[in-house]
């Protein structure tokens, strides 16, 4: 059978995602018996121990199907977040939201409009539904170009993605930037705010995106249980939507897209504030410590508000990352996501920061 003809010519122009190595397969390879993995923005301070004693007491019950309204958690959700419970929807990963927006909207007449470097799910999932991407470069201080993308909207388009704090830079788009989209934005496009890393923002110039969606403005905000929450291994993430988008999301989704296991951690996981608290002191620190290290040895990064810092290393990325891989530490380099000598690196406890510093004054020669 000739597949070329079989698939839909443009999902060839798709480049399959690529994941950051996993710790099993680089201890194998280079055997090492301690592999630090910095590469994929998780939650180094780990899941609450409630969560996984939630999970535990719910896995006799596997043999059952999922809630598949996630009907307990959409409600916890709602209330927490003083929204009503038709606004909530949940999916396996916010990936997966991405993915059934783009899938209900968008079509090869239609436009997209996200910024660069950004996530690159935006790009993937539109070119699933073979729409045009309309990529619009990060300023120099890799923020959002908010003026540039609002020039970009044409009659066509269908989506407009803000990545906030964006990944993989780190950086954010501040109140004035949000507000001056909100108010120009035409009627036509929504827009999607991607707010994967929410919980470790802390500047009080970052922007209350959730209140523009309570106020009625045609918004889509996305958050997740994979950083903050450190659930990234089950799967959930979620999103508030306007009624009527609700419902078409319960048409596009799959029947039983989140697992029980997902849904009974991610409830727990809201019952432990204390524990989120934690993990956002957990990567305070880790962002002074950084901070500190990289000025010490004359790096030049981006400020970070979520759980990962991208930073120059002045050298080909790919390169340093092979050599950072043979000491047992995994980051990501920055090749593949538009900066060639920047590695991202995920905040870890002060002890991984300090192996991850050592390893990379020693490649530097610093
Ligand atoms: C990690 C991440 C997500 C969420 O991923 P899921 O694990 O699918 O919930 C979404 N957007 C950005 C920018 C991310 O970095």
Do not use: W
């Not at 390879?29 to 996984?52: C, I, Q, R, T």
């Not at 009503?84 to 916010?94: A, L």
Request: aromatic share 10%; hydrophobic share 40%; with cysteine.
């Amino acid at each position: 059978m000739d597949i070329k003809k079989l698939v839909h010519k443009h999902i060839f122009d798709i480049k399959p995602y690529i994941p950051g190595k996993p710790v099993e397969e680089v201890q194998r390879e280079l055997g090492l018996s301690d592999v630090l993995k910095l590469a994929s923005n998780e939650n180094l301070f780990g899941p609450s121990p409630k969560v996984v004693e939630a999970i535990r007491a719910a896995a006799s019950d596997v043999n059952y199907y999922p809630d598949g309204g996630a009907y307990y958690l959409r409600e916890k959700l709602a209330a927490r977040f003083g929204v009503k419970f038709e606004n909530v929807v949940v999916g396996n990963g916010t990936d997966e939201l991405i993915r059934i927006l783009c899938t209900a909207t968008l079509g090869p007449e239609d436009e997209v409009v996200f910024a660069d470097p950004s996530f690159v799910m935006y790009k993937i999932s539109a070119m699933v539904s073979d729409a045009t991407l309309v990529s619009v470069a990060l300023r120099d201080d890799l923020t959002h170009d908010i003026p540039a993308m609002l020039d970009r909207v044409t009659d066509r388009t269908k989506l407009l993605f803000v990545c906030n704090p964006n990944n993989p830079t780190g950086t954010f788009n501040k109140k004035d930037d949000i507000r001056k989209l909100i108010d120009e934005v035409p009627d036509h496009v929504l827009v999607v705010f991607d707010e994967a890393y929410y919980e470790y923002a802390d500047d009080p110039d970052y922007p209350q995106t959730l209140d523009y969606f309570k106020a009625g403005k045609d918004v889509v905000v996305l958050r997740t249980f994979s950083k903050i929450y450190g659930l990234a291994g089950l799967r959930i993430g979620y999103g508030f939507v306007s009624e009527e988008m609700g419902d078409v999301v319960h048409r596009v989704r799959n029947p039983f897209n989140v697992n029980q296991l997902a849904q009974t951690a991610a409830m727990a996981a809201l019952d432990d504030q204390e524990h989120v608290r934690s993990a956002i002191e957990f990567c305070k620190k880790g962002r002074s410590q950084l901070y500190a290290e990289f000025d010490k040895m004359g790096l030049s990064y981006a400020p970070t508000q979520a759980n990962f810092i991208l930073v120059d290393v002045g050298r080909d990325s790919v390169e340093v990352f092979g050599e950072l891989l043979k000491k047992g530490v995994i980051v990501r380099p920055g090749t593949h996501l538009g900066f060639p000598t920047r590695l991202r690196i995920t905040m870890g406890s002060e002890s991984d920061n300090e192996k991850l510093v050592r390893a990379l004054k020693e490649v530097l020669g610093k």
